[in-house]
């Protein structure tokens, strides 16, 4: 029933490692989308897929690389992760389009390099 | 990019009361969602409201476009309701995010 789902939901790892983020969204949207909240609670987008295509590239290291396998699914991969990649990553998803646009959020992974 | 700013910051209030959250945006969007963090961190939709008004239960809404504002009314304030409230405003596919305001809610 979960409209938007991510995994893991806990991540706790060693700087240096590459871990990804999987989320997967049974809505039927055709766009996709990765936030990173910071320890002040600031949310801010980082990417986002319309279609299987990259459409927003926010300045974003060039460590984190999403990929977009179909529709419903949009990975995150985050390569020799850093201490201030420590944080709350969120995906979402909405129908673009004739849609009303509005997005619907997953449950958030929590990240914490050590 | 576009400014969001909400206010207040912090909001404390008796379980009971009634209050008032505001988001300002610098520019013309697309379209304006509220969102509920509760204190597990879930981003909860609450109104999507590009403009008008909407009311779902003890919660309503209102965005006046062409002044670049939106209210949130929280009335009969209970404990459940405590977490942070954030303004998010959609202009070309980006969701631009307020920094919230942190509603605190004592029995």
């Known amino acids: 029933d979960t409209a938007v789902s991510q995994t893991p939901k806990y991540l706790v790892t060693q700087m240096g490692n590459d871990k990804s983020i999987k989320c997967e969204q049974n809505?039927?949207?055709?766009?996709m989308y990765w936030y990173k909240q910071d320890s002040k609670k600031f949310l801010k987008i980082m990417f986002s897929?319309?279609?299987?295509?990259?459409?927003i590239n926010e300045t974003v290291p060039n460590r984190f690389s999403p990929k977009s396998p179909d529709k419903a699914h949009l990975n995150l991969h985050i390569n020799s992760l850093e201490l201030g990649d420590s944080a709350v990553y969120f995906c979402?998803?909405?129908?673009?389009?004739?849609?009303?646009?509005?997005?619907?959020f997953g449950p958030g992974t929590r990240l914490t390099v050590t | 990019g576009i400014q969001v700013e909400q206010s207040p910051p912090d909001l404390i209030l008796q379980e009971g009361a009634n209050s008032t959250l505001r988001c300002n945006f610098s520019?013309?969007?697309?379209?304006l969602q509220w969102f509920h963090q509760n204190p597990w961190g879930q981003l909860i939709n609450l109104f999507y409201?590009?403009?008008g008004t909407k009311q779902n239960g003890r919660l309503s809404a209102t965005t006046v476009a062409t002044e670049r504002y939106s209210l949130l009314y929280i009335s009969s304030s209970q404990t459940t309701d405590s977490g942070v409230y954030f303004c998010?405003?959609?202009?070309?596919?980006?969701?631009?995010f307020g920094a919230g305001t942190t509603v605190t809610v004592r029995a």
């Open positions: 809505l039927g949207h055709d766009t």
């Open positions: 520019d013309s969007v697309n379209n």
């Open positions: 998010a405003v959609l202009n070309d596919y980006k969701l631009s």
């Open positions: 409201i590009p403009s």
């Open positions: 897929y319309n279609n299987k295509e990259l459409i």
């Open positions: 979402a998803s909405s129908q673009a389009g004739q849609g009303s646009h509005e997005q619907y």
